[in-house]
Nanobody, 121 residues
Framework: QVQLVESGGGLVQAGGSMRLSCAASGSIFRVNSMGWYRQAPGKQRELVATITSGGVTNYADSVKGRFTISRDNAKNTVYLQMNSLKPEDTAVYYC???????????????WGQGTQVTVSS
């Protein structure tokens, strides 16, 4: 019903920048909050940043001041601008969206397939 397609991962040197994108498509009535999570090898998935449909943001302490989340509601797309990247930012990054599907009144949570971000020292 709803698909989240991520793009923008890859390899970057420490101190560099990278931008991730995630577009939601399908039988969408409304997209509520969207966000990014990450999972490093051997670790649990953790929140990176979220943004409401009204633009209210929330960040993990580890990325505050370095990462910026934004969204284009007309395109149902969320972005993550990552600056001053560190090796410890290396992880698979997952897009998340809470969506009200056409014909339903409550929201479902959807996940993207994940995109690898590797920061070399």
């Amino acid at each position: 019903q709803v698909q989240l397609v991520e793009s923008g991962g890859g390899l970057v040197q420490a101190g560099g920048s990278m931008r991730l994108s995630c577009a939601a498509s399908g039988s969408i009535f409304r997209v509520n909050s969207m966000g990014w999570y990450r999972q490093a090898p051997g670790k649990q998935r953790e929140l990176v940043a979220t943004i409401t449909s009204g633009g209210v943001t929330n960040y993990a302490d580890s990325v505050k001041g370095r990462f910026t989340i934004s969204r284009d509601n007309a395109k149902n797309t969320v972005y993550l601008q990552m600056n001053s990247l560190k090796p410890e930012d290396t992880a698979v990054y997952y897009c998340n969206a809470k969506v009200i599907v056409v014909g339903y009144t409550y929201e479902y949570t959807y996940w993207g397939q994940g995109t690898q971000v590797t920061v070399s020292s």
